[in-house]
C-alpha cells in the first residue's frame, strides 16, 4: 500500500516536471532562434534563473542585462524587437496605447482654428465688405497646408501605430508610420514659416512708419528663406530619400543628416523668431500717443503671440529624445502632438485681433471710448490764426451744435482775443469704434514727425 502511494507520488512529480518543461518549451518557442540561444546561455551560464522560473526572469536585472546585450549583438532589429514583444508579454506588461489621444487633440485643434479662421473671412468680406490682404491668404495657405496634416494623423500615423511601442508593431507598420512622418515634417515646417509670414504681414499692414517697415520686410525675407532652407533640408535629409523609412532594418544603404541637430536648430531659429516678432510691435507701442488703459489693451492683444512660443518650447522639450530613442513610434507621439498643438495656436493668434473686432461689432460694449472736446475756430473770413483739432479714424459719430456771433454795429464789442470778426464755435462728441487695428496704431508718435511716419 505504502509503495503504490510512494509510486502515485512519483508518477505526479514526474508528469509535474514535465508539464513544467513542456511550457517552458512553449514559452521558449515565442522567441527567435538567436533569443533562445541567448536565453539558454544566459540561464547556464550566470545560475541566476531556472528556465522554469518566469518571475525571475523578468524582474533580475543583471540576468535581463546579459540576455539583452546577446540579444543586441547576436539578432536583427526585426528580431530584437520580436524578442522584446515575447519578453513583455510573457512578463505581463501592460500594453501602452495613446495613439487616441492625438486623434482627439488634432480634430479639436483644427475645427477651433477653422472656426477662427471662417470668422476672420466673415468679418473682412461681409461685414466690413472689404478685399483680402496678404496675411489673409497666407493664413488661408496654413489652414490648406494643415488639411492633409490631420488625414494622415488620422488614417496614417496613428493608424499605423504612432502613439503604441515600437516592438508591439510589425515590419511593415513601422515603414508605414515612418514614412508618414516623414511627410509630416516637411509639412511642419512649410505651415511654421506660413504662420509667421501672416503675423509679419498683419504688423506691415498696422505699421506705418518706414524704418518698422523696413525691419518688417528684412524678418519676412529672413523667415521665407528659413522656412525655404528647412523644407528643403527636410525633404532630402536622406539620400536616397526613401532611406529615412527603410533604414531602420539595417538592411537598407543610405545616408541621412543628424535629425536631431535638424530638428533643434529648427527649434531653435523657430523660438527666437517668434521673440523677435513679439519685440517689433512692443517696441512701437512706447511711442504711441495713447491713453495707458488703451495701450494695455493693445499690448495684450499683440501679446496673445507668446502663447505660440510656449507651444514651441514645449514641442522643443519633446525632442530631447527625439533622435536618440529605439522606441521611436513611442516617441514621436510628443513630438507630433506639440506641432500639431503650435500651429493651431499660431493660427488661432494670427486671427485673434479680427475676431475681436467682430465680437466688439457683436457686442458693442466690448470696446470703444467717448470723449467730449470743444474747438473754437476764431475770425471765420479773415486772414488771423485758428485753432482746432483734428480726429483721425475711419468711423465717427458727431453731434454738434453751431453759435455765430457777430457784431452788427461799428462800435459793438471785440473778439476774445481783441480782434472784430466772427467767432465759431462748435462742440461735438466722438464716438470710437475700434474696427481696425490701423485705428488703434496709426496715431502720432511721440517725438516723432509725421515725415519719418
Known amino acids: 500500500m505504502a509503495l503504490g502511494r510512494f509510486s502515485l507520488l512519483a508518477l505526479g512529480l514526474s508528469l509535474l516536471g514535465f508539464c513544467q518543461a513542456a511550457s517552458a518549451a512553449s514559452r521558449l518557442a515565442a522567441y527567435p532562434e538567436c533569443a533562445q540561444e541567448c536565453l539558454v546561455e544566459a540561464i547556464t551560464t550566470t545560475k541566476l534563473c531556472a528556465l522554469t522560473d518566469q ?4 524582474t533580475n536585472e ?3 542585462d546579459n540576455v539583452t546585450s546577446c540579444v543586441t549583438t547576436s539578432c536583427t532589429v526585426i528580431e530584437s524587437l520580436t524578442t522584446k514583444n515575447a519578453t513583455t508579454t510573457a512578463c505581463g506588461a501592460p ?6 489621444e492625438l486623434v482627439i487633440v488634432s480634430q479639436v485643434m483644427i475645427i477651433v482654428a477653422s472656426c477662427f479662421v471662417i470668422a476672420r473671412l466673415v468679418h473682412k468680406i461681409i461685414i466690413m465688405k472689404v478685399g483680402l490682404a496678404l496675411d489673409d491668404w497666407l493664413i488661408i495657405a496654413t489652414k490648406l497646408a494643415t488639411a492633409p496634416s490631420v488625414v494622415i494623423i488620422v488614417y496614417g500615423t496613428t493608424a499605423n501605430g504612432l502613439g503604441k511601442d515600437i516592438w508591439t508593431l510589425t515590419a511593415q507598420q513601422i515603414t508605414n508610420v515612418l514614412r508618414y512622418f516623414y511627410v509630416m515634417a516637411i509639412l511642419y515646417f512649410l505651415q511654421t514659416t506660413l504662420v509667421k509670414l501672416s503675423i509679419i504681414s498683419f504688423y506691415m499692414r498696422v505699421f506705418p512708419a518706414r524704418r518698422t517697415r523696413r525691419l518688417l520686410w528684412g524678418t519676412f525675407v529672413f523667415t521665407s528663406l528659413w522656412g525655404l532652407a528647412f523644407v528643403l533640408v527636410a525633404l532630402f535629409q536622406c539620400w536616397p530619400i526613401d ?5 531602420w532594418e539595417g538592411s537598407t544603404e543610405g545616408r541621412c543628416v543628424n535629425a536631431n541637430s535638424m530638428a533643434w536648430s529648427n527649434a531653435a531659429i523657430n523660438i527666437a523668431l517668434d521673440l523677435w516678432v513679439l519685440a517689433i510691435p512692443m517696441w512701437e507701442l512706447r511711442c504711441l500717443q495713447l491713453h495707458w488703459k488703451k495701450k494695455v489693451g493693445v499690448a495684450l492683444m499683440f501679446c496673445v503671440g507668446t502663447f505660440v512660443t510656449v507651444t514651441s518650447i514645449l514641442r522643443l522639450q519633446s525632442l530631447i529624445t527625439f533622435a536618440a530613442t529605439s522606441n521611436s513610434t513611442w516617441e514621436f507621439f510628443s513630438v507630433s502632438l506639440w506641432s500639431t498643438v503650435e500651429i493651431a495656436v499660431g493660427v488661432i493668434c494670427a486671427c485673434l485681433p479680427t475676431v475681436r473686432l467682430l465680437f466688439v461689432k457683436i457686442f458693442p460694449a466690448l470696446g470703444g471710448s467717448t470723449y467730449r472736446k470743444t474747438a473754437s475756430y476764431r475770425h471765420y473770413g479773415t486772414d488771423g490764426p485758428s485753432g482746432g483739432s483734428a480726429v483721425h479714424g475711419t468711423t465717427a459719430q458727431v453731434v454738434s451744435m453751431d453759435r455765430l456771433e457777430s457784431n452788427r454795429s461799428s462800435g459793438g464789442n471785440s473778439g476774445t482775443d481783441g480782434h472784430s470778426g466772427i467767432i465759431f464755435h462748435k462742440t461735438y ?5 475700434d474696427n481696425d487695428e490701423e485705428g488703434l496704431v496709426n496715431a502720432p508718435r511721440r517725438g516723432v514727425p509725421d515725415a519719418a511716419l
Open 243 to 247: 532611406a529615412f523609412w527603410t533604414r
Open 429 to 433: 462728441d466722438v464716438q470710437f469704434t
Open 55 to 58: 518571475e525571475c526572469m523578468c
Open 62 to 64: 543583471a540576468f535581463q
Open 95 to 100: 500594453v501602452r496605447d495613446r495613439s487616441h
